[in-house]
Structure formats: structure tokens, C-alpha cells
């Protein structure tokens, strides 16, 4: 059974500090995984998503990271701004055959709470 | 062409009566996903749907709850006699048949009183 870890899960830095946000899966049998952001009683925007073939993805001041073999993917956020607080939940879609395919349920995390101050 | 729509947004029912929750995938999407989200804890699977049949529903409680996703209409998820342990945020997400990305919905939040 697939297990989502997130570390720590709550983190409070002043504004502009670059920060990252850590994930860890049991099961490296994944398909992808994905990075959300949610906002206090809102719904989840996705933020990254990475192929399991893919090391990383980049969006703008994001840069989330995967090391399938170790279950492991980081989300490095650089110059942070208090619009960036919110709950980051990481995600993984397990791969379901030797096809590499899924069929897209998904496995989260507990989330990190981040707090950016002024 | 929207979004992921939920509706309602915000529901309070009393403890027996039946809570049915609405999920509107977006257009071209033949594939539903229900999780829930309890407070203070993080997203749980429930049920996995396609157009009038249920893939896998692995995550839902044994009773009171049900979800359907007919031909016609939106996908409903409900629970019948509802009790205080089932306010929570649900959330619908829904995935084309070409790709797995899901997009999800703003979600419902039931409270039970």
C-alpha cells in the first residue's frame, strides 16, 4: 500500500527565503507525481506534475524535483512572496501494469503548511 | 470551457437526513474521482468513475454511502442518514480518457449538526 510522507508539515520564513518543501513515497511503482497548492477552504491548483521518466519539472519560481528509485521529490521554491502561503500537497499516481500506464487515482500527502511574512 | 464544478459549494444537514453532492467534470471528461477530506487530515481516494459504470471503489465506506455517474447528468456522491463523523471537504476531480492529469473541482463542504 502506497504511503505519501511530507516534510515538515509546517513551515513559517520571512519573505524572500528560498525554501523546499519535502515529499516521500513507500511504492517507487509510480506513474507521476504532482505538486498542489491549496488555499484555506478552497480547492487544489496544480502546481507541477512529473512524468515518472522525468528528474524535473520548472514553472516559474518552482522547481519540484523526483528520484523515483529512492521515493523521493522535493519542491524547491526560491524568493518567497506572502501570495505563496498556503498547504502544498504532494500526490503520486501509482503505475498500475508493466505498460506504464494509470489510471489516475491518486495517493496524497498530509501536506506542508507554509507561511511566508512580510 | 469551465472548470471542475461543484455545487453545492456549502452544505449543512442534521444528523439522519441524506447529503448529495454534485459533480459537473468538464466537457469531454468521461472520468470521475471522488476524495474526501476530513479535518486536520489529507485527501482520501474513495471512488473511481466512468460514464455508468464504477472502476473501483475501494475508498468508500461499506455503508451509507454511494456515488453514480450516469450517462446523462452529473456524477452524485451520496450519503444517506448522514452523522457528525462525516462533515468533511469532498472533492471531485475529472480526467479525459486520452490523459491521466486530473483536474479537480472547488469541492463541497458538508457539515453535520
Known amino acids: 500500500k502506497q504511503e505519501v510522507t511530507q516534510i515538515p508539515a509546517a513551515l513559517s520564513v520571512p519573505e524572500g527565503e528560498n525554501l523546499v518543501l519535502n515529499c516521500s513515497f513507500t511504492?517507487?511503482?509510480?506513474?507521476?507525481l504532482q505538486w498542489f497548492r491549496q488555499d484555506p477552504g478552497k480547492g487544489l491548483t496544480s502546481l507541477l506534475l512529473?512524468?515518472?521518466?522525468?528528474r524535473e519539472q520548472t514553472s516559474g519560481r518552482l522547481n519540484a524535483s523526483l528520484d523515483k528509485s529512492s521515493g523521493r521529490s522535493t519542491l524547491y521554491i526560491a524568493a518567497s512572496q506572502p501570495g505563496d502561503s498556503a498547504t502544498y500537497l504532494c500526490?503520486?499516481?501509482?503505475?498500475?501494469?508493466?505498460?506504464?500506464?494509470?489510471?489516475?487515482?491518486?495517493?496524497f500527502g498530509q501536506g506542508t503548511i507554509l507561511t511566508v511574512h512580510p | 470551457n469551465a472548470g471542475v464544478m461543484q455545487n453545492p459549494r456549502h452544505l449543512v444537514r442534521r444528523r439522519g437526513q441524506e447529503a448529495r453532492l454534485r459533480c459537473s467534470p468538464m466537457?469531454?471528461?468521461?472520468?470521475v474521482y471522488w476524495y474526501r477530506q476530513l479535518p486536520e487530515e489529507g485527501l482520501k481516494f474513495m471512488v473511481y468513475?466512468?460514464?455508468?459504470?464504477?472502476?473501483?471503489e475501494s475508498g468508500m465506506p461499506k455503508e451509507r454511502f454511494s456515488a453514480e455517474f450516469p450517462k446523462e447528468g452529473p456524477s452524485i456522491l451520496r450519503i444517506q442518514q448522514v452523522v457528525r463523523g462525516d462533515s468533511a471537504a469532498y472533492f471531485c476531480?475529472?480526467?479525459?480518457?486520452?490523459?491521466?492529469?486530473?483536474?479537480f473541482g472547488q469541492g463541497t463542504r458538508l457539515t453535520v449538526v
Open positions: 468513475l466512468q460514464k455508468e459504470n464504477i472502476i473501483d
Open positions: 512529473i512524468q515518472s521518466s522525468q
Open positions: 500526490a503520486v499516481q501509482r503505475d498500475n501494469n508493466a505498460g506504464g500506464t494509470s489510471y489516475g487515482k491518486l495517493t
Open positions: 466537457k469531454g471528461h468521461s472520468h
Open positions: 511504492d517507487s511503482a509510480i506513474y507521476n
Open positions: 476531480a475529472s480526467r479525459s480518457r486520452f490523459r491521466t492529469e486530473a483536474f
